[in-house]
DNA sequence: TGAAATGTTGGGGCG
DNA sequence: ACGCCCCAACATTTC
C-alpha cells in the first residue's frame, strides 16, 4: 500500500534502548524512521522515575544523532500531537512496542483508531514483555498464584529470541521541531536531590549492559542465597534499567540461558535469577487483568481492614526514623540512591503495613516517587503481596521481625552501617536494636538515644499482636475465599 | 520470600 | 538402679 521509501514514526516510551526494540527494527528495515517520544500532560509519574527517564532520553538522543537520526520531544495530548506531526511530515505509518498498563493501554486503542481513520498503517509490537498477557492463561482465565504461572510458561513458551540493533537507519527528509528536554522540569533544582542519584548510577543502554557483566562477574555465583544479602554486591541491580526500557527481559533471558549452557555450575543461581525476572512478568499479567491492581485490594476483604491515619509514623517511616536500624537503613538508601534491596523493602514495607497498619497505598505512592526503578506492576503487586491482600500473597499474619530479619540478612551490620552512619560505632552484637544496648556500650559508641537516633517508635511485639487483632476483624471473609 | 507458641524428645543431675 | 525434673534442641502447630 505504503510507498517504500515512505516515512514511519517510532514512538518511544518506557524502551528507551536501540537494540531489541522491535518497533524501530521493523520500521528500520523498510524505509526513513522518525523517533518521537511523547510526554502526557496528565503524567503521573515519580520524580525519581523521571529524573533517570530525562537522563535516559538525553542520552538515547544523543546516540540516534550519532546514526543520523533526530529525536522529537513533545508534550501534550498524544492524540492531538500525533497527527500533527504525521500530517506535516508526511509520515505513512506510526509504530510502537505495546503498552500494558490501563492507561497506556488506552490511550493506544485511542491512537489506533484515530490514526486508521486518517488512512496511516498503525503497527503495535511485543517488546517488553516475555509473553503477552493474554496468550498465556490456564483454561482461559488468568494464574493468580506465581509458581504455577511461572513453571507454565517456562514448559509452554519459548521466548524470541532478541533483535539485534538496526543498522543503519534512514534520517527522514525534514524533523518537525522539538521540545527541548530542559524545559521539563523533569531535573530537580531546588534542592538539587539528583547528585546524590547521580553518584549511584549511570544511566542508559550502555550502562545497563555494563551493569549486566559486572553482576555476572561480582554477584551471579553467590546469588542463590546471596541475594538476601543487602550488604553484598550480589544482585543485579538492573532493575531502573527494565523500568525504562534500556535492556528488554527477552535481552536478560536469553543472555543468561545462553550462559547457563557455558557455565553448567552458574546453573542454580542463573534459574534463581530468572525467576525474578517471572516476579515481574507474574506483575505485569497481573495488572493487566486486573486493571484495578494499583488502587485496590485483589481481596476485597481488604477493603475494609482496620487502617490506621498516623501522618507523623508515615513520615518517620518515610525518612528512616523508626528506630529500627533495618527500617531505617532501606529507607535512607531510598532516599539517597533511589533505589533499594528487595529483602530490605519487604522489611520495611511489613514494617508499614503490619507495625504501623498504614495503607499500603501510602508506601505504594512513596515507592512511587522515590525510585528510580518505580514499576506500575511490580510496585503494586509487590506491595499488595506484602500487605496480605494480593492473589498470591504471604498470609497476613506473616509479620516480619525487623530484629531478627536484620540478624538474619545482614550478620555483620554491613548495610546498617552503610545508611546509618550514626550508628557505625556499635558493636555488631547491638547495631539491630541498640535500644537494647547496655549504657556504656552506647556511650563509647557515641550513641544517645532519641537523640543521635530515634528510639523504637513502636514496641514490635505489641505492634504484631496489634496487627494480628486488626486481622481478625476481617479474618471471617478471608477464610471463606 | 516468618515468627512465636506449643509439643516432643533425650540427656544429665539428683534424690 | 530408678524415677523425676529440668531444659536444650528440634519439630509441629498456630497466628
Same mark, same amino acid.
Request: proline letters at 9%; charged letters at 25%.
Given at each position: %500500500? ?19 526494540? *522491535? #518497533? ?46 533526530? @529525536? ?32 497506556? /493501554? ?12 486518517? $488512512? ?21 482465565? *488468568? ?15 519459548? !521466548? ?24 521539563? $522540569? ?38 542463590? +542465597? ?47 535469577? @530468572? ?15 486486573? *486493571? ?27 525518612? $528512616? ?9 532501606? /529507607? ?7 533505589? /533499594?534491596?528487595?529483602?530490605?523493602? %519487604? ?49 497476613? !499474619? ?64 505489641? #505492634? ?5 487483632? #486488626? ?7 478471608? +477464610?471463606?475465599?
Amino acid at each position: %500500500m505504503s510507498h517504500p521509501t515512505a516515512l514511519t514514526l517510532v514512538l518511544f516510551r518506557n524502551d528507551l534502548r536501540l537494540a531489541d526494540h *522491535p #518497533a524501530l527494527w521493523h520500521a528500520a528495515q523498510k524505509g526513513p524512521i522518525l523517533p518521537v517520544y511523547l510526554r502526557s500532560t496528565a503524567d503521573q509519574s515519580g520524580l525519581a522515575w523521571r529524573w533517570w527517564q530525562g537522563n535516559s532520553l538525553q542520552i538515547l538522543k544523543a546516540r540516534l544523532a550519532e546514526r543520523g537520526l533526530p @529525536l522529537v520531544l513533545r508534550s501534550g495530548q498524544a492524540r492531538e500531537i500525533l497527527p500533527e506531526i504525521v500530517r506535516r511530515t508526511g509520515a505513512a505509518a506510526v509504530y510502537w512496542n505495546r503498552r500494558y498498563d490501563p492507561e497506556g /493501554m488506552r490511550e493506544d486503542e485511542e491512537l489506533k483508531r484515530l490514526l486508521k481513520t486518517m $488512512g496511516i498503517e498503525v503497527r503495535s509490537f511485543a517488546g517488553n514483555l516475555l509473553v503477552e498477557p493474554w496468550e498465556h492463561l490456564r483454561e482461559g482465565r *488468568p494464574y493468580r498464584v506465581f509458581t504455577p504461572f511461572w513453571k507454565a510458561m517456562l514448559a509452554r513458551h519459548q !521466548f524470541a529470541r532478541p533483535l539485534p540493533e538496526p543498522t543503519p537507519c534512514t534520517a527522514p527528509a525534514d524533523t518537525p521541531k522539538s521540545e527541548d528536554l530542559a524545559d521539563w $522540569g523533569w531535573q530537580p533544582r531546588h534542592p538539587d536531590w539528583s547528585l546524590s542519584l547521580a553518584a549511584h548510577w549511570r544511566v542508559g543502554e550502555a550502562a545497563a549492559w555494563e551493569r549486566l557483566h559486572a553482576f555476572v562477574d561480582e554477584g551471579l555465583t553467590h546469588y542463590a +542465597e546471596g541475594r538476601n544479602l543487602p550488604g553484598k554486591p550480589y544482585v543485579s541491580r538492573l532493575s531502573p534499567y527494565l523500568a525504562h526500557g534500556e535492556i528488554s527481559p527477552r535481552q536478560i533471558w536469553w543472555h543468561f540461558s545462553d550462559l547457563a549452557q557455558e557455565q553448567p555450575g552458574s546453573h542454580r543461581h542463573i534459574e534463581a535469577f @530468572l525467576r525474578e525476572l517471572g516476579w515481574r512478568e507474574f506483575s505485569w499479567h497481573l495488572l493487566y487483568h486486573f *486493571p484495578d491492581l494499583p488502587r485496590e485490594p485483589l481481596r476485597p476483604e481488604f477493603g475494609q481492614f482496620p487502617w490506621r491515619d498516623d501522618p507523623a509514623a508515615l513520615r518517620a517511616w518515610q525518612r $528512616g526514623r523508626t528506630g529500627y536500624p533495618i527500617v531505617d537503613a532501606g /529507607m535512607r538508601e531510598l532516599w539517597q540512591s533511589g533505589w /533499594m534491596h528487595n529483602r530490605v523493602r %519487604m522489611i520495611v514495607a511489613s514494617f508499614l503495613v503490619k507495625d504501623l497498619r498504614v495503607p499500603w497505598q501510602e508506601g505504594e505512592a512513596w515507592f512511587w516517587d522515590t525510585l528510580v526503578d518505580a514499576d506500575l506492576a511490580n510496585n503494586s503487586a509487590s506491595w499488595q503481596w506484602v500487605a496480605g491482600c494480593g492473589a498470591d500473597a504471604a498470609p497476613y !499474619f506473616r509479620v516480619f521481625n525487623p530484629v531478627l530479619q536484620a540478624e538474619k540478612f545482614d550478620p555483620d551490620g554491613d548495610y546498617i552501617r552503610k545508611w546509618l552512619p550514626p550508628l557505625r560505632q556499635l558493636p555488631t552484637a547491638h547495631i539491630h536494636a541498640p535500644w537494647e544496648a547496655p549504657a556504656p556500650v552506647l556511650e563509647k559508641a557515641g550513641v544517645t538515644l532519641g537523640k543521635d537516633y530515634p528510639r523504637p517508635l513502636v514496641d514490635h511485639h505489641q #505492634a504484631r499482636e496489634a496487627a494480628l487483632a #486488626a486481622w481478625e476483624t476481617i479474618r471471617r471473609q478471608t +477464610e471463606g475465599g
